[in-house]
């Protein structure tokens, strides 16, 4: 994380496009540190304590038969190459990673189940946070997985949630300024507050639809 320098940083998060040939944002980076420094805890529990391997056979449900070959960063990176979800979704995919975590305290992110509960959880952020989305399908081949591994693999995360997915604006600040500690304790940085700006953009949406509607009308 030390190569962020804070204006890189401040300017990436307060100035992202959702232009087609935008850079990787940030939040990225960070999310992967995250990620990467709790699956490095629980590898080192799994190797003293045999009991903290999940025994719910319902959290089985993310692990594959092979480890991938590929860091999470990369994994991160490749998905918002091909999806092109905004920031927000990232921040939006984190508390559903750390609601499910607290709902099953026996569930251990580990190299055989991280990819696939990061392509399930940003999918269904995708779809609370942006007003368009990819099919299943196509998350699933960003994903490397099967049409039908995708599908039941969200149907299995929705009923483990218990459907609660909603994230009010409290809750995704906690979050934000969580991910800003990860890059400097007491620094001050942001990570991206685009939830607001999200919303916004499909306000604009929904008005230009109806503008457009009422000249067709008109015309």
Request: hydrophobic content about 35%.
């Amino acid at each position: 994380m030390a190569n962020i320098s804070p204006r890189k940083l401040r300017d990436d998060l307060y100035c992202y496009s959702y232009q087609q040939d935008s850079s990787i944002p940030l939040v990225i980076s960070v999310l992967a540190s995250l990620i990467e420094r709790n699956l490095a805890r629980n590898e080192r529990i799994a190797k003293n304590c045999t009991w903290a391997l999940s025994k719910n056979v319902r959290t089985r449900v993310f692990d594959c038969h092979e480890t991938p070959d590929m860091t999470i960063q990369s994994y991160l990176e490749r998905i918002f190459r091909y999806t092109r979800a905004g920031p927000s979704v990232y921040v939006v995919a984190y508390v559903y990673i750390d609601r499910f975590c607290q709902l099953y305290p026996e569930f251990r992110i580990s190299p055989r189940n991280v990819h696939r509960l990061l392509i399930t959880t940003i999918m269904v952020a995708s779809k609370y946070v942006e007003d368009m989305n990819y099919r299943n399908s196509y998350f699933a081949r960003v994903g490397g997985l099967t049409t039908n591994e995708m599908n039941k693999l969200e149907m299995e995360f929705l009923f483990m949630m218990g459907f609660k997915f909603h994230v009010n604006m409290s809750v995704f600040e906690s979050y934000c300024c969580h991910l800003e500690r990860e890059v400097s304790i007491g620094g001050g940085y942001e990570i991206e507050r685009t939830l607001r700006c999200a919303e916004e953009i499909k306000s604009k949406q929904i008005e230009e639809r109806s503008c457009s509607q009422i000249t067709r009308v008109l015309l």
